[in-house]
């Protein structure tokens, strides 16, 4: 971008630069919203404290009522045994064994005084009358109301749990006559009907006894559990959700309890029965309707006033919409700047776009001369064995050895198919080829790279040292490809020995999580291990070599997903390795 367009873009990119910013009003905007924070937390500081007071008392006061109507309950049913162990009527009953008016005798009690069941049990402990005709029959020998009581001359209280979670509340006193026992009266407290009428005003009650088990409770999960306990494993759904609802919040005031992790207020008081004590748990969702009410309303009044200064400010806003105006010409111009600007770059786009195209096309041409040299490399190996094959054959002809020469013959046809295929192949140097590869006998192909370069080794007199394992070692590739690589690392090592008096080439083929093929050589070693599989390089004379056999052989042994690594041994020579994925016995098979 131009330097007088960029002057042009930052002296309209902010057109209220050097204005006046109207601080006063932006001072009253702050101290309004300060003000406004202020009073809020001022507000529902007080207004907490005062609305919480106001609910503790009101649990207080319910807590006393609860406690007393709980006491007048029990108290009032406690009188009832005594009464009915002198009950002229069931003590004939129980002397006579005549039950027929028993039942309905108790039924007619149970009606006057309130209770939720009574019993007569005889001498053994058996239901012979009962307000439930269903228990009648019913064994209670060894209920602790009944051995108690048969114990005791006074009446006794007895706290049984039930099989569904809940407890009865008994009172049971012996009837005698004399010194003879008749049986005993049972009567059975209704004190769930105080558990139904707190449900329904408090959030939650409990009444636990004098070990701290809750026997009374809003919540049923509650019974048979000690407070703790029945707090944090077994919390009440409509309790403590409404807790969570209404205490997670910056506003509360320090909590009484925590139930489930979250505050709740908690009262409780004894009860002067046997050390009951009563336990309450009211949430703060009351009060904190009554406070979040009247901060809604001091909101609304700051949103009023904030709004009004917001409109001040919009209204300031407005009048600078004229300097917009009026520097619309300046962003035109600046507009046609830029579109001029636009149109160079595509020209200079298409330029470099074209000088791409060149040099792509003159890649194409060093490509084709590098493979067109990699063809020349290749077919040199092929085209010697066939110069040996040949005079051979012609000499075998002379000799009138006419299946001999056949055989040289058919070596060089091999040798032409093996021409072509190279020429085929060689392009994988420039590109990754997409042939089917097959499991390859690593000493098969060997031997065959072994028998292509025999008129060589023989002409060198060099001597060969094979290492090869007893079991056959496969890889999954192309062998003529894999052959390929096989001639190049064995023709690299005999022209490494041109220079020693008793060349000696050792070969060894094993088998481990790879597949390795080493060859290794006595001749000088190498001098720049670096730029060794980089094309065109070469150590040789001109006119021996190109540079390309290791450069291609390396891209074979890739596209195979191996690697082809040399280094210098320390005893002399060069130690060239190809190292192949092994494919074992189970994917030989699959791949068969």
Known sequence: MSSDTQSGWSSIKNPFRGAPLGWRLRVAVSILLIATVGTIWVTNRLLTDRFTESTR?????RLALYSGNLLSELRRNAIVPQLLARDPTLISALQSSDYTLSTQRLISFVEE???????LLDSDGRTVAATDR??????HRNS?????AVRSNATIFSVIENEAGGYSFVY???MDSGADILGVIVVEVDLQKFERAWAG???AVMVADSTGTVILSTEPRWRGLEESTAIQRQPPEN????????TADWTALPPDAYLQGEAVMRMDSRIPFRGWTITSFTTYSSIREKVNSVIALEIMGFAILLALAFYALSRRATFRMALFQRESAELRALNARLQREIAERERVEKTLEVAEQTLAQSSKLAALGEMSAAVSHELNQPLAAMKTYLAGARLLLRRNR????????????GLIERMGAITRQLKSYARKGADAFSPVNLGEALASALSMMEPQLRQRHVKITQILPEEPVFALGDRMRIEQVMVNLLRNALDATKSVSEPDVEIILAAGDMAVLTVRDNGHGIEDIENLFEPFYTTKQPGDGVGLGLAISSGIVNDHGGRLTARNSPNGGAVFEMQLPILGSDGLEAAE
């Open 113 to 119: 005084i309130g209770a939720a069941s009574l019993m």
């Open 57 to 61: 008392n009101r649990a207080e006061v």
């Open 239 to 246: 309790a403590i959700e409404r807790a969570i609802r209404a």
């Open 201 to 203: 005003i408090s959030d």
């Open 172 to 174: 049971s006193r012996r």
């Open 134 to 139: 269903n228990r009648l029959g019913e064994a």
């Open 144 to 148: 602790p109301y009944y051995v108690d």
């Open 402 to 413: 006419p299946e001999e020469a056949l055989a040289s013959f058919g070596r060089i046809d």
